[in-house]
């Protein structure tokens, strides 16, 4: 609120004085305003991406000289963790390269001269690979390849079967995941662990990277969920 304040200005001259002034404080600044308009039904979410829109509602009175989206898999994120930075005060930020099946806690932020303001927290979790299936094409050479159904389920077990082939090479194997790559053993039963040994990493909702076959150089594979 802007105040006018008056105060007594004598003026010494012979026989006269003045009484005037006045004022004009300055506007008081704070810390900016700032929402998300992402809600856990509404958001964009994939396997190592989440979209988060936010809004800067109330610049607090002085310019805004950073925004974006804050995270952390720890509550009440700020600018000091991992962070996005927006040119507008209305934006939407596509935040990348996190990892499967984990949760992470996110706030909308934007900074003037006085602070940083935060939005309310939400919290988020990525895809999970928890009984889906996966489309894998398989390229053992530059002449041979061929498609895959493999199911992964809750307990770290797997299914293989080739959709051209049903029920003939239908194989059971394990997998597990650490931050963003997949290790999967495509035939949990042969001990040696020489074939069919995959490893890859996710983008999106795909997957890829290579595969061992007993001392055979490395190959490749690709994959996308049903």
């Avoid at 404080?25 to 979209?51: F, K, L």
């Avoid at 804050?70 to 209305?90: F, H, L, Q, V």
């Avoid at 928890?130 to 389920?153: G, K, P, Q």
Wanted: charged share 15%.
């Amino acid at each position: 609120m802007r105040k006018l304040s008056f105060y007594p200005l004598i003026l010494l001259m012979p026989g006269l004085f003045f009484i005037t002034g006045c004022d004009d404080e300055e506007s008081e600044v704070g810390v900016p305003t700032v929402e998300t308009t992402t809600t856990e039904g509404s958001s964009e979410i994939t396997y190592t991406t989440v979209e988060i829109s936010g809004n800067v509602t109330a610049n607090g009175g002085n310019t805004i000289d950073a925004r974006g989206v804050c995270w952390s898999e720890s509550p009440t994120p700020t600018i000091n963790d991992s962070k996005t930075e927006e040119a507008n005060n209305t934006f939407t930020s596509l935040i990348e390269n996190l990892s499967p099946n984990t949760s992470y806690y996110f706030r909308v932020y934007a900074t003037n001269q006085s602070g940083t303001g935060y939005s309310n927290q939400l919290q988020l979790s990525t895809s999970t690979l928890d009984s889906t299936m996966w489309d894998f094409l398989i390229e053992y050479d530059a002449n041979t390849s061929w498609h895959a159904d493999v199911n992964f389920y809750p307990d770290g077990t797997t299914m293989y079967d080739e959709p051209s082939n049903p029920g003939q090479y239908t194989t059971y194997g394990t997998w597990t995941l650490n931050g963003d790559t997949l290790h999967y053993d495509m035939d949990a039963s042969d001990t040696t662990n020489a074939y069919y040994q995959f490893t890859g990493t996710f983008s999106g909702n795909t997957m890829s990277g290579t595969f061992t076959y007993g001392d055979e150089p490395d190959k490749t594979w690709s994959a996308v969920k049903y």
